[in-house]
């Protein structure tokens, strides 16, 4: 009868305590042993602990493949401006030639001085003028500048004793493609052309074409 109230009391006090400690009471040596709740609720919580984990990692996986997504169509968005800023610059949008185009830069220095056009070439160190050559005979060959904004002949030079200048001469003189022919055959704003070696060489932003002598046509080099 005591030993009943002595277990009722300790069981009492193994409540009252929250079953923060295990009690083990038995009647006898070969009682088996009883789970404290404290136990009990562990084992539980340690099965359950691993779903949150789970949620975890799948919740990243598709933050993860978000950013993939996002990071993908940012890059798709960057070729295509790419792609049409190069076109641009084959357009000639990389270049600025002002008001005055290559053909009224050559009328303008024809207008000053009466020869054959050598080449045209817009000057980009900041002044921002052309730079056209005609050749008059001989071996004399005038550089006038031609303002790019206003057309007006700026400046001359004039350099009598150029070696090359009489066989340019001659071959442009008998060719039915002009400087300006040839600038008219690239569909680009056009910032230079220049004969050499036997054709003329046209540039227009950032690409570069060659024009023959015999007909306005133009081919792409590269």
Do not use: C, Y
Request: zero cysteines; glycine letters at 8%.
């Amino acid at each position: 009868m005591k030993r009943n109230a002595v277990i009722a009391a300790l069981t009492a006090v193994a409540v009252i305590g929250g079953g923060a400690a295990a009690v083990a009471v038995s009647s006898g040596d070969d009682a088996p042993a009883t789970a404290s709740p404290a136990d009990r609720v562990s084992l539980v919580s340690g099965q359950e602990s691993t779903a949150p984990a789970d949620r975890d990692d799948d919740q990243d996986a598709k933050d993860d493949d978000r950013d993939d997504q996002r990071d993908a169509k940012d890059d798709d968005r960057d070729d295509a401006k790419d792609d049409q800023d190069d076109q641009r610059n084959d357009k000639g949008a990389a270049a600025d030639p002002g008001n005055v185009t290559v053909a009224q830069a050559v009328a303008a220095a024809l207008n000053h001085t009466s020869g054959t056009v050598l080449s045209a070439d817009l000057d980009d160190d900041g002044d921002r003028r052309w730079e056209v050559e005609v050749a008059t005979g001989g071996s004399t060959v005038h550089e006038i500048e031609v303002d790019s904004t206003t057309g007006k002949v700026v400046r001359t030079e004039t350099d009598r004793d150029d070696d090359d200048a009489a066989a340019e001469l001659k071959a442009v003189q008998g060719a039915k493609v002009s400087a300006r022919d040839a600038a008219a055959a690239v569909d680009a704003t056009v910032t230079s052309v220049e004969f050499d070696d036997g054709h003329w060489e046209v540039e227009a932003g950032e690409a570069d074409w060659t024009v023959p002598l015999d007909t306005p046509r133009a081919s792409r080099e590269g």
